[in-house]
């Protein structure tokens, strides 16, 4: 074996041990937080890449492997992870799990009819076990025995006593200082002493106080019981309720099956209004993607041209509206078509008398959505034109002026098939990433002018995914994360098969351009 | 094979064990985060704990925090608004605040804004409340009655200029509008006998609701007020000298001043109600303070940093000059109310209403912003607009 082999030896076996470990490590802390199916993916994931990188017949899979992690921890898992979220109730007030929210009721108590506090010593021993005297208001004291408290009689000698007489040590335990008490107090907060049927618990860094239990959760009948009313609280729907209706907050997460698909399909409100909204959208992304073209490959075009002069920086200059962020260009646009203060109605007005209601009639609010976006992409367009158009050979162009062919013939028959082939699945692309074009939507417009007699908040240049967030989150206590992941699956079953569909008919295409 | 798993298993428990040395972790936005780190200096110093400030942009502290507490990663301590506790406190992620005998160093309704269900849930900070920021040299005397201010708004307004005698942000933007709506009645949601808020009663379509939701789209239809107003348009508008007014509150102050603004603060004129008497407009009152998470392994520790090390007149007058709003910390506010804005807010404040801190106000917002932008663009009138928007809520939130 060479040295440069061995060097490779070295570092793929050190390479493989520093994974190993790292996911050792992060084996340890998922078993530790019991997240066991974050461990299962973790641990078949690591076996799987010791796999690939030591065999020798897994070779061409070692290069294949980054690709696979990246589109499984960046595209399946989201979707699973929608998938699943879709499945439940998570919203506000249906956060935390079964599991979180007993443990939080049966850490809530309610004061005794006679309140009691205590201040208190809090001692060590060598061993680092705690003890503690507490002094209730009245003068009585108290030593904690395990988890109970026991009356004591400081008097007795073997509590050694301060020089300001307080008691100091006993029995091997040392007193802490407040800094030391400050340090225990993670510890200190965890004790859940008992003086007969009170409980007596750290209330402030100074003081103890006693209190009673207010809930206990009982497994048997998966309810929990108000000690303080005697009232059984039953889990239903996600909460504790009590048979007359009240609910304990916080909820937990359950699984509704498929019950927020069924209430998207057959709300009434909703389903009036997606027609509306499913048409805007078609429109809005297919005449954002048509006109963006067509500016952009006019422009690559003329820019194409050996004659123009200068195109450089007519290249240059053109592309700004596409490194420019996107969030500032919309919210200056929405600025500027403003109706009373708006440059471009000034400029109307000054020199047509018009004032035009952008932003308020729909119709207008369409365009002028539609013109922005056009502005924000056709650089895009532009760029990808350019690019396709100058990998069109010169002698087709050539050939055809030979044979007679106008400019206008050498277009459509000769750049526009070659060109198609290329740009197709771009624009198919296009148009999937503005159907859910939620940004300039919602910063130009936020879905309105609104609609009146709409059942739902959807407005008249919402599109579907700027009015999913509407629902999910402008509706009962907002946050309906599982309506929301609903829709969001719903929207991308229909992008997934236009998508197809468009991909299907690319490829007609591409058979005519391979006959041309 | 077992002395290795000997020695991992040991090393996680002295690590599970290092864990447990309290240290608090505070999320806090720009403005306070620098201040809290001096207090917790001295908190250091007094008691040995460590806490650590992280900074985190205001408007990003809320969604954090639903994500990260539930996985016991979160902090101990947010900043936050006390429109956030209704929410968070119904997801089960806010510890009771016990005051002790602190709860009398506190306004009463700063405290009450931050309560849910019957439980305090913050150490208020700061309230603020939106009342009129005013051009000196263009109001020569600021109107007290909306008809005052009707009549000085048809002198300079001028669309062509432009200029105007008021201006505030409605492009739509229902927190800056209630003023209009609570004048003479107005509200969002009732209460209930015991003082709690009653989400099935709404009351943006009542009758002094709509007397105010006229005025303003009386004001729109004559071109005293110009719609779809931003905040960007509003900010534009007034350090240009084109409008004389504008409805807004102590965060315009700085920039207003920085503008060259010789500005003063007033009380937004009141309007005429049905039975003749005047009623002064109620802005919503938001408080920002401090909450504890109910997901903190040093609950003790943190309401002691926040009770006895944050709610002292040193540490809220620190935070106070970072950003000047009106201290819920009662002492505080002694010391600060000689300051005339801080006076000006406080006019206009003791008649506001806690903004309602419930999670049905997420069904509110969107409703209501339809509303107003239906009825800024004629589209509706105020009664069809506003009624629907009632509807709308009610079947949000699945009254009746």
Not at chain 1, 176 to 188: I, N
Request: hydrophobic share 50%; aromatic share 12%.
């Amino acid at each position: 074996m060479n040295g440069r082999s061995l060097l490779t030896q070295g570092l793929k076996y050190g390479f493989v041990a520093l994974l190993d470990a790292a996911a050792l490590w992060a084996v340890i802390a998922l078993l530790f937080r019991g997240d066991y199916i974050l461990l299962a993916v973790l641990g078949i994931g690591t076996l799987l890449l010791n796999f690939v990188i030591l065999s020798r017949r897994a070779y061409p899979l070692r290069f294949l492997l980054p690709g696979l992690v990246f589109l499984f921890a960046m595209v399946v898992y989201p979707i699973g992870y929608t998938v699943n979220v879709s499945l439940t109730n998570l919203q506000t007030g249906n956060l935390l799990t079964k599991a979180q929210v007993i443990a939080q009721l049966e850490g809530r108590y309610y004061l005794p009819p006679q309140p009691e506090t205590f201040t208190f010593w809090a001692f060590r021993n060598a061993q680092g076990k705690l003890a503690l005297i507490l002094t209730a208001s009245d003068g009585r004291t108290f030593l904690s025995q395990g988890n109970e408290l026991v009356p004591v009689d400081l008097s007795d000698p073997r509590f050694v006593r301060g020089e300001d007489g307080t008691v100091t040590s006993f029995d091997g335990y040392t007193r802490l200082t407040l800094p030391e008490v400050y340090q225990s107090l993670g510890a200190l907060e965890a004790l859940d002493l008992r003086l007969g049927e009170e409980h007596v618990r750290l209330t402030s860094v100074r003081e103890f106080g006693t209190f009673l239990r207010k809930y206990q959760y009982l497994p048997d009948q998966d309810a929990v019981l108000d000690l303080e009313t005697n009232v059984t609280y039953y889990a239903k729907e996600g909460y504790f309720t009590s048979p007359d209706g009240v609910r304990i907050e916080p909820g937990f997460q359950i699984y509704v099956g498929f019950r927020n698909y069924l209430d998207v399909l057959t709300n009434p409100g909703i389903r009036a209004d997606f027609t509306r909204v499913f048409g805007w959208t078609l429109a809005w992304s297919f005449l954002s993607v048509f006109f963006s073209f067509a500016v952009g490959l006019g422009f690559a075009y003329l820019l194409n041209d050996p004659y123009v002069r200068g195109r450089f920086v007519y290249r240059s200059l053109l592309i700004i509206p596409y490194a420019m962020p996107a969030f500032i260009s919309a919210l200056v646009w929405a600025g500027m078509f403003n109706t009373d203060l708006g440059v471009i109605n000034r400029v109307l007005g000054d020199l047509f008398g018009v004032k035009v209601r952008w932003l308020q009639d729909p119709m207008w609010a369409r365009t002028a959505l539609i013109f922005i976006n056009v502005w924000l992409t056709y650089p895009y367009m532009m760029i990808v034109s350019l690019g396709a158009l100058q990998s069109i050979s010169q002698e087709l162009f050539e050939a055809a002026r030979v044979d007679g062919a106008t400019s206008w013939q050498r277009f459509w028959r000769i750049t526009m098939p070659l060109l198609w082939v290329s740009v197709a699945p771009l624009l198919i692309g296009s148009f999937a990433f503005t159907f859910n074009n939620f940004t300039i939507i919602w910063l130009v417009t936020a879905g309105r002018p609104a609609v009146l007699g709409a059942a739902t908040p959807a407005g008249a240049t919402d599109i579907l995914i700027s009015w999913t967030y509407r629902l999910a989150f402008e509706g009962e206590r907002g946050n309906q994360l599982g309506l929301a992941s609903a829709v969001s699956i719903i929207i991308f079953i229909i992008i997934a098969v236009i998508s197809a569909v468009n991909f299907r008919f690319t490829r007609a295409l591409e058979d005519v351009s391979r006959s041309v | 094979m077992r002395k290795l798993v000997g020695i991992l298993m040991a090393l996680t428990v002295g690590l599970v064990v290092f864990a447990q040395a309290p240290k608090l972790v505070i999320w806090a936005d720009d403005t306070r985060a620098p201040v809290l780190r001096d207090i917790a200096r001295e908190f250091t110093a007094a008691t040995g704990v460590a806490v650590e400030v992280v900074e985190i942009a205001y408007d990003q502290i809320r969604g954090q925090f639903i994500t990260a507490a539930p996985t016991g990663q979160g902090p101990d301590i947010i900043v936050g608004a006390h429109d956030w506790v209704g929410e968070l406190a119904a997801n089960g992620l806010l510890e009771p605040i016990n005051f002790g005998a602190k709860l009398a160093e506190f306004s009463a309704s700063a405290v009450q804004a931050f309560s849910y269900g019957g439980q305090n849930y913050g150490v208020p900070q700061g309230t603020e409340n939106i009342a009129i920021i005013y051009n000196k040299a263009l109001v020569p005397e600021m109107p007290e009655t909306w008809d005052e201010l009707l009549e000085f708004a048809r002198e300079i307004t001028d669309p062509t200029k432009p200029m105007y005698a008021l201006v505030f942000q409605n492009g739509p933007d229902p927190y800056h509008w209630f003023p209009m709506l609570s004048a003479c009645g107005g509200y969002v949601f009732g209460t209930n006998p015991d003082g709690s808020l009653n989400p099935c009663d709404v009351g943006l379509a009542n009758e002094g609701a709509l007397r105010g939701a006229q005025l303003f789209a009386d004001m729109i239809a004559e071109g005293l007020l110009p719609s779809g107003v931003s905040w960007d348009t509003m900010r534009a508008l007034f350090f240009g000298g084109n409008a004389a007014m504008v409805i807004s509150g102590p965060w315009l102050v700085a920039d207003t001043v920085a503008a060259g603004i010789d500005y003063g603060i007033a009380m937004i004129p009141s309007i005429r109600c049905a039975d003749g008497s005047y009623g002064v407009p109620k802005p919503f009152i938001g408080v920002q303070g401090f909450m504890v998470s109910s997901f903190s392994q040093n609950k003790i520790l943190a309401a002691d940093f926040l009770l006895n090390y944050v709610a002292t007149t040193d540490a809220m007058l620190a935070l106070y000059e970072r950003n000047p709003r009106p201290p819920a910390h009662l002492p505080t506010f002694e010391i600060v109310s000689s300051d005339p804005d801080i006076a000006a807010w406080g006019l206009q404040g003791q008649y506001g209403i806690p903004m309602p801190n419930i999670p049905e106000m997420a069904s509110v917002w969107g409703a209501w912003s339809d509303a107003q932008s239906l009825i800024a663009n004629g589209q509706a009138t105020p009664e069809q607009a506003l009624q629907e928007a009632v509807a709308k809520i009610k079947a949000a939130l699945k009254c009746e």
